[in-house]
T-cell receptor
Framework: DAGITQSPRHKVTETGTPVTLRCHQT?????MYWYRQDPGHGLRLIHY???????DKGEVSDGYSVSRSKTEDFLLTLESATSSQTSVYFC???????????FGNGTRLTVT | AQSVTQLGSHVSVSEGALVLLRCNYS??????LFWYVQYPNQGLQLLLK??????LVKGINGFEAEFKKSETSFHLTKPSAHMSDAAEYFC??????????????FGTGTRLQVFP
């Protein structure tokens, strides 16, 4: 949907290692988001971007950083992965702040 | 900040029965409201949205939702459930507090089971 590609789709990593997840969109949407999905918690916002080099924190931003150097790419980095960051991560985009979100298919991350 | 409450983490209905999934939001300022559906191992898809105007909103697959400001609710309904409706459903609200509409806050989801 909206030409959103998340990579990798699956990743297993060890505690303490850095991890970068990539979101690539082809729709030229201004806004991009990273959510994590966990049972019983629904989707929780990690970080979002409202333009190139413009980002802000969501409700669960601790332990995560983001970067957006181009309109089409939004990177999520776990500087030192922990087991509590095992989750499914979704990228989403939208053209304007009143528009619905378009979601990627998710990245399943397991931290052992 | 906004919050969204979805009552009932699991709802089970028989095929052909009414589907009612509940969503309440916290703000006194009318927000923008959305319902999304998620099928297994997929991302979320938009079912319907309310921004302004008519308070009864029709979406895809026969679903509709009514915005009730007095009850701060946006419940999702479908008159007759189909087996293919089995999925997880999420209510979401744009956070309008402080004029910031950039964030979309999700409820914890309701898993709908449909029995033959």
């Amino acid at each position: 949907d909206a030409g959103i590609t998340q990579s990798p789709r699956h990743k297993v990593t060890e505690t303490g290692t850095p991890v970068t997840l990539r979101c690539h969109q082809t729709e030229n949407h201004r806004y991009m988001y990273w959510y994590r999905q966990d049972p019983g918690h629904g989707l929780r916002l990690i970080h979002y971007s409202y333009g190139v080099k413009d980002t802000d924190k969501g409700e669960v931003s601790d332990g995560y950083s983001v970067s957006r150097s181009k309109t089409e790419d939004f990177l999520l980095t776990l500087e030192s992965a922990t087991s509590s960051q095992t989750s499914v991560y979704f990228c989403a985009t939208r053209p304007g702040s009143n528009s619905p979100l378009h979601f990627g298919n998710g990245t399943r991350l397991t931290v052992t | 900040a906004q919050s969204v409450t979805q009552l009932g983490s699991h709802v089970s209905v028989s095929e052909g029965a009414l589907v009612l999934l509940r969503c309440n939001y916290s703000s006194s300022v009318p927000p923008y409201l959305f319902w999304y559906v998620q099928y297994p191992n997929q991302g979320l898809q938009l079912l319907l949205k309310y921004t302004t105007g008519a308070t009864l909103v029709k979406g895809i697959n026969g679903f509709e939702a009514e915005f009730k400001k007095s009850e701060t609710s946006f419940h999702l309904t479908k008159p007759s459930a189909h087996m293919s409706d089995a999925a997880e459903y999420f209510c979401a609200v744009s956070d309008l507090v402080g004029g910031n509409t950039d964030k979309l806050i999700f409820g914890t989801g309701t898993r709908l089971q449909v029995f033959p």
